[in-house]
T-cell receptor, first 113, second 114 residues
Framework: DQQVKQNSPSLSVQEGRISILNCDYT??????FLWYKKYPAEGPTFLIS?????DKNEDGRFTVFLNKSAKHLSLHIVPSQPGDSAVYFC????????????FGAGTILRVKS | DVKVTQSSRYLVKRTGEKVFLECVQDMDHENMFWYRQDPGLGLRLIYFSYDVKMKEKGDIPEGYSVSREKKERFSLILESASTNQTSMYLCASSLTGHRSEKLFFGSGTQLSVL
């Protein structure tokens, strides 16, 4: 059973609007969360992260929100740009997993111009 | 920036063949990882290494082995390739291996086993 779930396989957004990508996790021992972005024919690249001691982290157009009680995090991209079109992976880690990350299945974001 | 290089972009192999996937990183990172990416399953950890000649099993090590004879190089070995090992294989590295640290990925090797 997947411990990190990205229930939306794809999302389509108009350029300039907000993109919201969601991620749910089942293990309450996860305490660090990361988002990676992947373009076709390239490896994933780190985008933004958040520790469980925070509920929000912002980096330019990208903001990650964490709701620990709901075991839910979301990535907001404002404003969305065509270059943001990629696959976005949510990942989680916890001390009981050592140095391993648990990844979600990914969400394909398409930003239309 | 860290560069993680995977030797092949595409590979086609036959069932039963022994397959070597090579990965080299140029930033003196201690930790290296092998993942496979499959549609609907995301990235799953096969093996990782935190030091030369050291290795740890990930979540799906069955059918795979690894070798790390030099710090910069981490090889994934499919002892006898099977069709269910057709996948995108991604190598990654990190400096300290702490779970909060970001990973640097290679571009991936798309392996097809016929």
């Amino acid at each position: 059973d997947q411990q990190v779930k990205q229930n939306s396989p794809s999302l389509s957004v108009q350029e300039g609007r907000i993109s919201i990508l969601n991620c749910d996790y089942t293990n309450s021992m996860f305490d660090y969360f990361l988002w990676y972005k992947k373009y076709p024919a390239e490896g994933p690249t780190f985008l933004i992260s958040i520790s469980s001691i925070k509920d929000k982290n912002e980096d330019g157009r990208f903001t990650v929100f964490l709701n620990k009680s709901a075991k839910h995090l979301s990535l907001h991209i404002v404003p969305s740009q065509p270059g943001d079109s990629a696959v976005y992976f949510c990942a989680a880690s916890g001390e009981e997993y050592g140095n391993k990350l648990v990844f979600g299945a990914g969400t394909i974001l398409r930003v239309k111009s | 920036d860290v560069k993680v290089t995977q030797s092949s972009r595409y590979l086609v192999k036959r069932t039963g063949e022994k397959v070597f996937l090579e990965c080299v990183q140029d930033m003196d990172h201690e930790n290296m990882f092998w993942y496979r990416q499959d549609p609907g399953l995301g990235l799953r950890l096969i093996y990782f290494s935190y030091d030369v000649k050291m290795k740890e099993k990930g979540d799906i090590p069955e059918g795979y082995s690894v070798s790390r004879e030099k710090k910069e190089r981490f090889s994934l070995i499919l002892e006898s390739a099977s069709t269910n090992q057709t996948s995108m294989y991604l190598c990654a590295s990190s400096l300290t291996g702490h779970r909060s640290e970001k990973l640097f990925f290679g571009s991936g090797t798309q392996l097809s086993v016929l």
